[in-house]
C-alpha cells in the first residue's frame, strides 16, 4: 500500500515538472490510472492516494472490479481497450469516458445504449498515428469523417484524440507522433464542431514527459503507478490492437 502511494506521488511529481518545463499549467492535464491486470487492492490503495480516475482495457476484468468497488462511487471510470459491438451495452453503462473508439458503428451503438439518466459519454477517436499495421485507430485522412458523424449522435460527445505510438526510445521520434496528434485535433478544431475539443490523451508511463510537452491533457499511466501487472495476458498496451 506505502509503496503504491509512493509511486503515484512520484508519477503526479513528473507530471508537474514536465508541465512546467513545458510552460504549461499542470492543473489542465488529467492523469489516468491504467488499472489493467491489478487488483483490487491495488486500486484501493491508489485510490487512497488521492486518485480519482481509472482506465481499464478489459470489459469483464472491468465489470468484476467496478463490483467490487462500487463503494467508491466518485471514481471515474475510462474505457482504453478495443471495443467491440456486444461490449457497446455494457461500456455505455459502466464508464464515464471512452478513448479508443474508431468505428462509426461502435459509436452509433454507444449513444443508442447510453443511458438516459446519465450524462452522454465522453469519447475520444483513436487515431493509428504512426499508420502501423494491425493497429487500432483510424488515420488522420480519415479523422474528419468520423468526427463529423459523431458529432450527430445525442448521447456521445467527441471530446478528442488518443493515441498509442509506435514503440520507441528515441524521444525525438515519440515527440514527432505527439506533435502530430495534436496537429490533427488543431485541424478537427477549425471545423464547425459541436462541443469542447480540448482532450489530448496521449503519454504513458516511458514517455509521459514528451507526451505532455506535445500537449497531452490526459496522460494513462499503469506501470509506474502500480507496478508490474499481476495478469501477464492483460500486460501490454499493444493489446488494444
Ligand atoms: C496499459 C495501457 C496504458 C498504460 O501503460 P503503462 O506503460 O503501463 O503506463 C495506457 N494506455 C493504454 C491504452 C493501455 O492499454
Known amino acids: 500500500m506505502y509503496k503504491i502511494n ?37 486500486i484501493k490503495a491508489v485510490y487512497a492516494g488521492g486518485q480519482r480516475l481509472f482506465g ?3 470489459l469483464q476484468e472491468a465489470l468484476e472490479k467496478q463490483g467490487q468497488l462500487h463503494a467508491l462511487s466518485d471514481i471515474q471510470w475510462h474505457f482504453l481497450g478495443p471495443i467491440q459491438s456486444n ?18 458503428k461502435i459509436a452509433k451503438r454507444l ?12 469519447v475520444c477517436i483513436q487515431v493509428n498515428i504512426d499508420d502501423e499495421i494491425n493497429k487500432a485507430g483510424v488515420s488522420c485522412s480519415e479523422l474528419d469523417t468520423l468526427a463529423t458523424q459523431i458529432d450527430a449522435l445525442p448521447n456521445i460527445q467527441l ?31 477549425t471545423g464547425t464542431r459541436q462541443g469542447p475539443l480540448d482532450t489530448l490523451s496521449m503519454g504513458m508511463s516511458k514517455d509521459l514527459e514528451v507526451a505532455i510537452s506535445a500537449g497531452a491533457t490526459m496522460i494513462r499511466v499503469g ?13 501490454q498496451p499493444e493489446d488494444t490492437q
Open 111 to 122: 449513444s443508442e445504449q447510453r443511458p438516459h439518466t446519465l450524462p452522454p459519454l465522453q
Open 87 to 104: 461490449k457497446t451495452r455494457a461500456i455505455a453503462t459502466h464508464f464515464a469516458w471512452a478513448h479508443s473508439l474508431d468505428r462509426y
Open 223 to 235: 506501470t509506474d503507478i502500480f507496478g508490474p501487472r499481476l495478469t501477464p495476458s492483460n500486460a
Open 6 to 42: 509512493e509511486k503515484l506521488t512520484r508519477v503526479t511529481a513528473r507530471l508537474r515538472i514536465a508541465a512546467q518545463n513545458a510552460n504549461r499549467n499542470p492543473e489542465e492535464i488529467a492523469l489516468i490510472a491504467a488499472s489493467k491486470g491489478q487488483g483490487v487492492a491495488q
Open 159 to 189: 471530446r478528442g484524440l488518443m493515441a498509442i505510438p509506435a514503440k520507441s526510445n528515441n524521444a525525438e521520434q515519440q515527440k514527432t507522433a505527439f506533435n502530430r496528434l495534436a496537429l490533427a485535433l488543431k485541424m478537427l478544431r
Open 56 to 58: 481499464e482495457n478489459y
